[in-house]
């Protein structure tokens, strides 16, 4: 058994680590102090760079909760509701324009696409 952050990180007997998701947000927090890189935080505790960098990315998904560390930073996030309406689709125009240059055709929506196409070839 190891401990890392405080926390123990189980040893299999096959020697593969159990890391806890307390040890795994509090590498990825090392990992944004500035001027710490993935590769030295992995070298230190003697895992592989990518398997750091898959927590990191647990973290960002809100997968993996990170302490507070001191150095490390952060981007805030604000959840707020929309300030406009989402448009209803039912408002939406019942037409379809056919432009070319000058001359506007406005179709019912209705109208069948092959017939659309034929006018459209016909300008």
């Known amino acids: 058994m190891e401990s890392i952050a405080g926390h123990e990180v189980l ?11 307390a040890v795994k ?8 102090v500035l ?5 030295e ?5 003697g895992m592989r760079p990518n398997h750091l960098s898959e927590w990191r990315r647990q973290a960002r998904e809100g997968k993996l909760i990170l302490p507070d560390l001191s150095g490390a930073a952060y981007v805030p996030v604000e959840v707020s509701k929309p300030t406009a ?18 001359v506007t055709i406005r179709l019912d ?5 092959v017939r659309i196409a034929e006018i459209a070839a016909a300008l």
């Open 11 to 21: 040893v299999g007997s096959d020697g593969n680590r159990r890391w806890p998701d």
């Open 109 to 113: 929506a209705d109208t069948a696409a």
């Open 41 to 45: 935080v992995a070298r230190r505790v």
């Open 25 to 32: 947000g509090h590498l990825v927090a090392e990992t944004l």
């Open 85 to 102: 309406p989402v448009e209803d689709s039912s408002a939406r125009s019942k037409t379809v324009d056919v432009i070319e240059g000058d």
């Open 35 to 39: 001027g710490v890189t993935v590769n």
